[in-house]
T-cell receptor, first 110, second 114 residues
Framework: GQSLEQPSEVTAVEGAIVQINCTYQ??????LSWYQQHDGGAPTFLSY????GLEETGRFSSFLSRSDSYGYLLLQELQMKDSASYFC???????????FGKGTTLSVSS | DVKVTQSSRYLVKRTGEKVFLECVQD?????MFWYRQDPGLGLRLIYF???????EKGDIPEGYSVSREKKERFSLILESASTNQTSMYLC?????????????FGDGTRLSIL
């Protein structure tokens, strides 16, 4: 089966940089995705890594190391609006469905 | 923009009732998914469908069934609702089979079983 591990909570201050780690176990690997969910809202897609290395999208970057079964989401120049839950996800063994980690709650304070 | 619409934002039902949660997407996506979300447990996959009339069990299918009679609509059915099915239910859709295609989620249905 698949399993993903990520920290349950992270706290930081505005303007800081925070890294959310994710380790995964899966029998077949089809890339690592990241989703953001604000309280009361729907999860929204942030990024996807299929190959090793860093993908940058504005203030957010995502990294993957397939040999270590590890990835992280890097958030720079944190803003209050970045307070949310962040989920890493891999494609499930059975087909096209994503399997999600339990999520990391990021709290940004001023 | 992709729109995934769930029929109810909040729903209250009684134990033993048959409950239908409806989800419609407007982007002709082949794949549709049902998850439930509980505090500390993240999103857990209940069922998904990769084509009309096709369905696959996810990680927690017990007590649920699904129906996909039309491409745009995917229904989740609680055959006989129980209190442990009180949860937030999220529907999603996605095109293709490549890992990088994003899943688009609805706003969720918060279901309470009394």
């Amino acid at each position: 089966g698949q399993s993903l591990e990520q920290p349950s909570e992270v706290t930081a201050v505005e303007g800081a940089i925070v890294q959310i780690n994710c380790t995964y176990q899966t029998s077949g690997f089809y890339g690592l995705s990241w989703y953001q969910q604000h309280d009361g809202g729907a999860p929204t897609f942030l990024s996807y890594n299929a190959l090793d290395g860093l993908e940058e999208t504005g203030r957010f970057s995502s990294f993957l190391s397939r040999s270590d079964s590890y990835g992280y989401l890097l958030l720079q120049e944190l803003q209050m609006k970045d307070s949310a839950s962040y989920f890493c996800a891999v494609r499930g063994q059975a087909g096209t469905a994503l399997i999600f980690g339990k999520g990391t709650t990021l709290s940004v304070s001023s | 923009d992709v729109k995934v619409t769930q029929s109810s934002r909040y729903l209250v039902k009684r134990t033993g009732e048959k409950v239908f949660l409806e989800c419609v997407q407007d982007m002709d996506h082949e794949n549709m998914f049902w998850y439930r979300q509980d505090p500390g447990l993240g999103l857990r996959l209940i069922y998904f469908s990769y084509d009309v009339k096709m369905k696959e069990k996810g990680d927690i299918p017990e007590g649920y069934s699904v129906s996909r009679e039309k491409k745009e609509r995917f229904s989740l059915i609680l055959e006989s609702a129980s209190t442990n099915q009180t949860s937030m239910y999220l529907c999603a859709s996605r095109t293709g089979t490549q890992g990088g295609q994003p899943q688009h989620f609805g706003d969720g249905t918060r279901l309470s079983i009394l």
